[in-house]
């Protein structure tokens, strides 16, 4: 993992370039931005094994996601609580999770 330091504005926007297209960002309602991507389900115990492989990644990397869970649609939102703001740590996670999608 890399250093935890907040990325500012413009280093996000370049690095979520570098993830699919599929990552957006967004600003939560503390004003901390973060990256978030929608994983659609095929049934709900489908979804609860897609967060469970989520889980397992975040845990190997001691980097954890949010994860919100509305029935089939399921939401993992990083960043990084310490530092208020994106990292490249949660870049490199949000590359290490997407082939679960």
Known sequence: ????????????????????????????????????RVHHAK?????????????????????HPDILIHYKRITVRYWTHTVSGVTLADIQMAQKIDPLF
């Open 1 to 36: 993992m890399e250093e935890k330091k907040a990325l500012t504005e413009q280093e996000l926007d370049q690095k979520i370039k570098e993830l699919t297209p599929e990552w957006k960002k967004d600003i939560n309602e503390k004003g901390v931005p973060f990256i978030y």
């Open 43 to 63: 049934t709900y115990l489908d979804g609860i094994d897609f967060v469970h492989k989520v889980a397992e990644a975040a845990e190997a990397s001691n980097h």
